[in-house]
């Protein structure tokens, strides 16, 4: 099929691409790497009444110290960029990690950060994260400027607090200890697939003991969810005297999985939570052998 017909515009700034999202009143969609959206256009599943290209706003692309000490990364950075900036390797690690588990290598050379964050896939590896990051996305219109923390962010499938009349400019992420350690693990059909069950986060340890947690769930529900209780279960606990599989369980307890033509919801939990034993398992032994 071909798309429906639609006004091209490719603004230069933030503020000619916020007029525009304004002017259209609703009938705007942005345009960012286009690796969802294009094939929904085809499919006539997305027919807006303007597209706004925002790929030539050199502002909306780039890695940098944020305002309150962490770091900021413009959404129009490519999930390529992403994998191979110096500074996310050094100060985000797990955003890194989730990145290099999109789809593939031609998919994440066009793809973007703020394009995934902003589209809100359960399954997706980049909402998840931020998430389980504490991030806070920066959105701009002709009304003004507003931050939004990704916990407030995600609505229902694909429904996020983005406004129509809205663009994302920057995504800040909290600064986290150094020495925190990353948990990712995912279970697709095949690489580069949604997957079934996912699970991203990191811990820091203080003094030999938990100090700080941050956990998602991604494929488990209908958005990302974060896993509060499994997070205050793992606060003050000592690395060498760690329930695994209690924790484990409260975090599964957490999701709200679904049936599909992929997987039970009751599969989903099972994987979950062995998934979610098994991840922490080994990443308390690496750093025990450290």
């Not at 938990?210 to 529900?221: D, N, T």
């Not at 307890?253 to 939570?273: K, L």
Request: charged content about 25%; hydrophobic content about 45%.
């Amino acid at each position: 099929m071909k798309p429906a017909p639609f006004e091209y515009v490719a603004p230069d700034t933030i503020e000619e691409a916020c007029e525009h999202l304004a002017a259209a009143g609703g009938g705007a969609t942005v345009l960012a790497g286009g690796q969802t959206l294009l094939p929904l256009l085809a499919l006539r599943m997305s027919q807006p009444f303007v597209l706004v290209d925002i790929q030539r706003i050199r502002d909306l692309v780039g890695v940098k110290p944020a305002a309150d000490g962490g770091t900021r990364i413009g959404p129009m950075t490519r999930q390529s960029a992403v994998i191979d900036d110096a500074t996310i390797a050094r100060k985000l690690p797990l955003v890194a990690t989730a990145t290099r588990h999109i789809g593939h290598h031609p998919i994440r050379n066009r793809g973007t950060i703020g394009g995934s964050i902003a589209l809100g896939e359960p399954a997706a590896e980049l909402p998840a994260t931020a998430l389980a990051l504490g991030a806070v996305v920066e959105l701009r219109s002709t009304r003004g400027t507003r931050r939004v923390a990704a916990e407030e962010l995600y609505w229902g499938p694909y429904s996020t607090a983005i406004e129509s009349d809205e663009l994302m400019t920057a995504i800040d992420f909290p600064d986290w200890p150094a020495d925190s350690i990353a948990l990712f693990r995912e279970l697709a059909p095949r690489p580069g697939d949604f997957a079934l069950v996912g699970l991203t986060g990191a811990v820091s340890v203080r003094e030999g003991r938990i100090a700080r947690a941050g956990l998602a769930w991604f494929g488990m529900g209908p958005t990302p969810i974060r896993a509060r209780q499994a997070e205050a279960a793992l606060l003050g606990q000592t690395l060498d005297k760690l329930e695994v599989g209690e924790v484990a369980e409260l975090a599964v307890r957490e999701t709200a999985p679904f049936d599909d033509h992929h997987a039970s919801a009751e599969y989903r939990r099972t994987v979950g939570r062995r998934l979610f034993a098994r991840t922490l398992n080994e990443a308390v032994s690496v750093r025990r052998s450290a």
